[in-house]
């Protein structure tokens, strides 16, 4: 059973920075694709950005397209979203998911999905 842990969410004024973290624990051995999501109050979640564990793909929302930066540190079994320039539109619960498809675009839909952590929260601040 595959168990995710988001860290690293707070309370930000705009144009500020924050790193979000989100540790795997009881992964097997291949390849996966990690995805950052995001849910606003009364929105649905909304893809951000997602990487292979090997960290040789990855891909982003235009909305974040260099803002964001995603990473896997496999040493430590994290991925991690570098979040720069934030706006108050950036405020959300962010997850991260984990799936064994392939990265493609059908992994910008939640439903591709295997597992998720329970979330951490982005306040941005105008």
């Known amino acids: 059973q595959v168990q995710l842990k988001e860290s690293g969410g707070g309370s930000v004024q705009a144009g500020g920075s924050l790193t979000l973290s989100c540790g795997i624990f009881?992964?097997?051995?291949?390849?996966?694709?990690m995805g950052w999501f995001r849910q606003a109050p009364g929105k649905e979640r909304t893809f951000v950005a997602a990487?292979?564990?090997?960290?040789?793909?990855?891909m982003y929302a235009d909305a974040v397209k260099g803002r964001f930066t995603i990473s896997v540190d496999n040493s430590k079994n994290t991925v991690n979203l570098q979040m720069n320039s934030l706006t108050p539109e950036d405020t959300a619960v962010y997850y991260c998911?984990?799936?064994?498809?392939?990265?493609?675009?059908?992994?910008?839909?939640?439903?591709?999905?295997?597992?998720w952590g329970q979330g951490t929260q982005v306040t941005v601040s105008s």
């Open positions: 998911g984990v799936t064994t498809g392939r990265l493609t675009i059908a992994t910008m839909a939640p439903r591709a999905y295997s597992f």
């Open positions: 009881g992964r097997g051995s291949g390849g996966y694709v």
């Open positions: 990487v292979t564990t090997s960290g040789s793909n990855s």
